[in-house]
């Protein structure tokens, strides 16, 4: 094999085990928008654990899974209807929003200041959920013990 | 023909205290683990290898081994015990077997010797995990 063809075959090689060819690879349009709702339930019920625990110093750390949760939804409706991408988008945006506003609270210690961000954040992330059909909103989740 | 006995008699000894292998995974990014339960007969030597299968969110996860009955007042302990304790509560007698965090894409072993039979819970501790991220050791009779 010549120099420059191996040179060529390593660069295929190191794209294909890049991290956006694996997130392409593994998760279709629907199933990154099914991982990105998943995620932020899993905050919602996460959030609300670290809160009544009083884990105040936690609760920020938990934003960035709901930016991550954010854009697995927005690779799920890449190529797809332009009016609907924006009607998501802008739930997003305010979920974002409503995640980021639990950390002045929890920095406070304001229990019922993070309570109520809690509950907003709560809601937003149902808005989002129900602008998608059932079969793409979280399973009920089931506890193992 | 002495010694050719004893060589023997070593290799049995081996072969039976050879660990039994569980693996274990996280769900991907969620907050669960991949199988959920697990089997293994009392008196084992158990060597559980938990793999950390997230990618993006940086989170750590670890498994947990508690006596049964124990889980949520452990989860309670290790949410208590915090990051400075490694959000596991020091000397605390349910607990059975852990492994080290395990951060993305990470894997972490830890050897035990399976108790005797019952079900068993397993969770990861982990900044508050275990209110659901949880399964269950089916330990069996021999």
Redesign the interface.
């Known amino acids: 094999m010549t120099f420059s063809r191996r040179v060529l075959m390593g660069s295929v090689a190191a794209a294909m085990l890049a991290p956006g060819a694996l997130r392409a690879a593994g998760d279709t349009g629907a199933e990154a928008t099914k991982k990105g709702l998943r995620i932020f339930e899993q905050v919602v019920r996460h959030t609300n654990r670290l809160i009544t625990s009083k884990q105040y110093d936690t609760v920020p750390k938990e934003h960035h899974e709901v930016v991550e949760g954010a854009d697995f939804v927005r690779e799920g409706l890449k190529g797809g209807a332009a009016d609907f991408t924006a009607k998501v988008e802008a739930e997003l945006i305010k979920t974002i929003a409503a995640s980021a506003a639990m950390a002045g609270p929890a920095k406070a210690k304001d229990d019922a200041a993070l309570a109520k961000a809690h509950e907003a954040f709560a809601t937003q992330v149902k808005v989002v959920i129900a602008l998608f059909p059932a079969d793409m909103h979280p399973p009920v989740r089931e506890r193992a013990t | 023909m002495l010694r050719a006995l004893l060589i023997c008699a070593s290799l049995a000894l081996a072969a039976d205290t050879k660990p039994v292998v569980l693996t274990v995974e996280t769900d ?4 669960a ?1 991949k199988p ?2 697990l089997t293994v007969t009392a008196g084992a030597t158990v060597r559980l290898v938990f793999r950390h299968t997230g ?5 750590n996860h670890n498994w947990v081994l508690v006596k049964p009955g124990t ?1 949520d007042a452990f989860d ?1 302990a290790a ?2 015990a ?2 400075d304790h490694g959000w596991i509560p020091a000397n605390d007698p349910r607990l059975i077997a852990a492994t080290a965090a395990a951060s993305p894409g990470r894997q972490v072993v830890v050897d035990f010797t399976a108790p005797a039979p019952g079900d068993y ?1 397993f ?1 990861c501790t982990q ?3 275990g ?2 991220m ?3 050791l089916h330990v069996v009779a021999p």
Do not use: C, K, S, Y
Not at chain 2, 28 to 31: K, R
């Open positions: 991907g990014e969620f907050l683990f959920q339960e990618r993006r969110i940086q989170q889980a309670d949410l208590a915090g990051a819970p969770m900044e508050g995990h209110f659901e949880r399964g269950v």
